[in-house]
């Protein structure tokens, strides 16, 4: 606690025996004033949105909260998966199995044309070809860039999970860890800045 400048008030609170041995455990595990103890743990508690009136049960109740949390999160992103990505998949499918029968079917159209006059239309066929040619190689180009969109929707996912795996450790990490809260902060934002 710094004094910047300013009077600073005290007053004092009575607390029970035991309740002060441990401040004062505290307070020499971590080489702090009393008051520090107590205003960083009321800062903690205020900044944690902790009730102290309802403590949790267990740690294991709170882990059960996280792990139920998670598997929301993980059933959003498959119905999402199934909702948006896959019907898009399978839309491009369809327009691609639409374009081959269509195709075949000029096809079919042009060759009995080109019997008829096959030195009038030869030039004609070059063209169409090189049409398809174009047309197919665009619904390639697209059926890649969704793979590549559903790659990194599952890489995103994947990131998704680990920093939510990460913000569960750190919640779950007690006041006296200190150095595994920063190192789990460090993790969480080397994940968040990772391309």
Known sequence: MQNNGRKTIFTTISIDKETASMVDKITKRYSLKKSEVVKLTF???DKASINPAEAPESVKTELSKINKRQDDIIRFIRHYEEDQLNPMIRATNAIAVRFDGVAKTL???IISLLEKNLETYNAVLQRIS??????ADIINNQGKQIGTLQQTQKKDNAKFLKLISLYADLASCGVMDGKRKEN????????INEP
């Open 184 to 191: 789990l902060k460090a993790e969480i934002f080397n994940l």
């Open 43 to 45: 800062a903690y508690i």
């Open 107 to 109: 096809e079919t159209l």
């Open 130 to 135: 090189d049409q398809f040619g174009k047309h």
